[in-house]
């Protein structure tokens, strides 16, 4: 019998399957190519439809069912902020309690693939894979190498920011990592709310907007996530204010609450709204951000080669990435 294993990315922006036969992947679909809803973000039911009927197989032919999430990672840092944090835990527990979701109930959405499907079955098919951890093998394992130095860099996912790795062979060792709420995706957003771009995903826009800027505001910048000697980046926790929460979920769509506190605005000014004319102060700003997120991003990557030594030449795998039909 062939190994049959379909991958989800579920309760999360742009929710999505893929499936893999033997590991070479057959089809992978986003949930909103379906449902016209940009970043859509439930329970990708119609993607994993699609992915069946590729492959031509059911439920109760796979093998195993992935999500990159996992509920209990980390359950020992999360207690030690709730105890630091309690305003902020509060925050975020209301805030997802408020989306109805629930990741651990995810099998019984699976009827909703197949009619009378046995939902206990598809329970114990499932795999839960820490969320960085699943970043690093998206990367690794579709590589051509033996052996790489690996980085996962994001807002948050199961408690973690950034994480760094080794990979060789089929395995991959975490090496260091940071928690919530020292992240380079939330300080990145932090300025994307403040230049007037409030929707989930617009960090694009201030990237954009970089180039038609000097870098001029860098020094200021790096005061909100400073580098540290030797090793990662620091928090300024003065700077943001999760106490709003994070991302929720309204109708399926990633909402970003605004984290940037007062001490934002008393350093660079008052918050550039909506709709608002772009100066050149704005764009020299996201010419400092993107310059100054580029400078942690190297001195991530400097400490990632500390922990993984010298090159000693590229090792690539036997053969190549087996990747099937594109969709």
């Given at each position: ?186 300080f990145y957003t932090a300025f994307t709310q403040y230049l007037g771009f409030p929707h989930y995903g617009d960090e694009y826009k201030v ?68 709709g608002e004319p772009l100066t050149q102060a704005h764009k020299d700003l996201a010419s400092s951000v993107q310059r100054h997120t580029e ?33």
């Amino acid at each position: 019998m062939p190994e049959i294993i379909l991958g989800l990315n579920a309760y999360h922006a742009d929710s999505s399957a893929a499936i893999f036969v033997d590991g070479t992947l057959i089809a992978a679909t986003e949930e909103e190519r379906f449902r016209r809803i940009k970043h859509w973000a439930g329970f990708p039911s119609e993607a994993i439809k699609f992915c069946l009927r590729e492959v031509g197989c059911t439920l109760g032919d796979l093998t195993a069912i992935t999500i990159g999430r996992d509920p209990k990672a980390k359950r020992a840092n999360k207690a030690a902020f709730v105890f630091k944090h309690p305003r902020v835990a509060k925050a975020l527990w209301s805030q997802r309690s408020a989306n109805k979701d629930d990741i651990l109930l995810l099998h019984e959405r699976f009827r909703e693939v197949e009619p009378g499907v046995d939902v206990e079955a598809v329970k114990a098919k499932l795999r839960f894979i820490e969320h960085h951890r699943s970043h690093l093998a998206s990367a690794f394992y579709a590589s051509p190498y033996e052996e790489a130095a690996i980085l996962s860099i994001d807002g948050s996912g199961d408690f973690t920011t950034t994480m760094l790795g080794r990979g060789k062979g089929t395995e991959i060792e975490v090496l260091e990592s940071v928690d919530f709420p020292a992240s380079v995706g939330l300080f990145y957003t932090a300025f994307t709310q403040y230049l007037g771009f409030p929707h989930y995903g617009d960090e694009y826009k201030v990237m954009g907007l970089a180039p038609y800027g000097e870098p001029r505001f860098v020094e200021q910048v790096a005061e909100v996530l400073p580098l540290k000697p030797g090793g990662l980046y620091a928090w300024q926790p003065d700077f943001f204010d999760f106490t709003g929460g994070v991302v929720s979920y309204p109708d399926h769509l990633p909402t970003v609450a605004p984290i940037f506190s007062e001490r934002f605005e008393a350093l660079f000014g008052p918050a550039r709204k909506a709709g608002e004319p772009l100066t050149q102060a704005h764009k020299d700003l996201a010419s400092s951000v993107q310059r100054h997120t580029e400078h942690v991003i190297f001195h991530i990557l400097h400490r990632l080669h500390e922990l993984t030594g010298p090159r000693q030449g590229v090792h690539r795998r036997r053969g190549s990435p087996k990747l099937s039909r594109k969709r």
